[in-house]
């Protein structure tokens, strides 16, 4: 694949809730939670994701490994084969080490 192909996106994916009519967040800041959040959860396996243009994800690995992604859910099984470990974003073990409750995205360090 070409990296062209990262800016052309895909469909929207359910968990982006901006710009619908009751989302209080514009698709940046949204973006930008989502990211942080992410990143809290990754931090255990030396995973990182990083918003690319607002129009990709990138997940890189301590070694260097880059991977462009256009979804959520693409993130947590490109982070398993990265890691080699599984990792469940709704683990409430994993939330409990950042301090808050399951699901609530509140924890970013």
């Excluded at 070694?63 to 080699?84: D, I």
């Amino acid at each position: 694949m070409c990296g062209l192909c990262g800016t052309l996106g895909g469909p929207a994916h359910w968990s982006q809730a901006a710009g619908r009519l009751d989302a209080a967040l514009t698709r940046r800041a949204e973006r930008q939670h989502q990211v942080r959040v992410c990143n809290a959860l990754l931090h255990p396996q030396r995973l990182r994701l990083d918003d690319w243009q607002g129009s990709a994800l990138v997940l890189s690995s301590p070694t260097g490994k880059r991977e462009v992604l256009n979804s959520l859910p693409e993130v947590w099984v490109t982070a398993q084969a990265m890691s080699g470990q599984a990792i469940d974003p709704l683990d409430p073990a994993l939330w409990a080490l950042l301090g808050a409750p399951a699901g609530q995205g509140g924890a970013a360090p």
